[in-house]
């Protein structure tokens, strides 16, 4: 069977939304090479205060390219060495090596404020297909009906058991939350960097 190789401009990608973003980045991977699906994890990047500091953003209008996310979803492909990593909102290519990612994205939290310093869960594939849930009304602003970025086109992604756990997912406190939740330490080591 020939490797299927994601094509950035093929995948569905809806700015603001990264959670859903890797989801169907896993549900394609799923669809074109289901043998590689046990080699990816999806990734939150959050922390107690919902405010981290990512820098090669796309949106980001500073010359670091800096944001300061509530959360931050990306895609780690453990096949090859070192890892590589899948960020839609990246400035770096797509995917970069994890070596890079961690490097020029993530940055060491030596000279990071520790409230600033991320967490990050990380859930196999199949199993962020299986339980991911979102019915988008963290995106709603106040009133409750604007949304604070345009939803996708496509219904919310729901599953038997939930139509919204995303903040099981967001959340790093919680013992209850799908995947393993690690420090940047933990995660470079998971990584193999």
């Known amino acids: 069977m020939e490797m299927w190789v994601v094509n950035r401009d093929q995948c569905v990608y809806t700015s603001c939304y990264c959670e859903e973003n890797i989801w169907k980045l896993c549900e394609c991977w799923k669809q074109n090479n289901p043998n590689h ?96 849930a979102s019915d988008r009304s963290h995106m709603l602003k106040e009133d409750k009906i604007t949304y604070i970025a345009s939803p996708p086109s496509y219904p919310p992604i729901c599953n038997q058991k939930s139509t919204n756990n995303i903040n099981e997912f967001i959340d790093m406190e919680s013992k209850n939350g799908p995947g393993i939740v690690m420090n940047l330490t933990d995660f470079r080591r998971f990584l193999g960097i």
């Open 37 to 132: 699906l046990n080699s990816l994890y999806a990734v939150f990047i959050s922390n107690k205060r919902r405010q981290i500091p990512i820098w090669e953003q796309k949106s980001a209008s500073n010359s670091e390219h800096l944001a300061i996310w509530d959360y931050h979803v990306i895609l780690v492909d453990k096949s090859s060495s070192p890892s590589v990593i899948y960020d839609f909102d990246s400035t770096l290519p797509f995917p970069v090596s994890a070596t890079n990612y961690i490097q020029l994205a993530i940055h060491d939290e030596i000279n990071i404020v520790h409230r600033y310093h991320r967490m990050f869960r990380v859930i196999p594939a199949q199993e962020y297909l299986d339980v991911f």
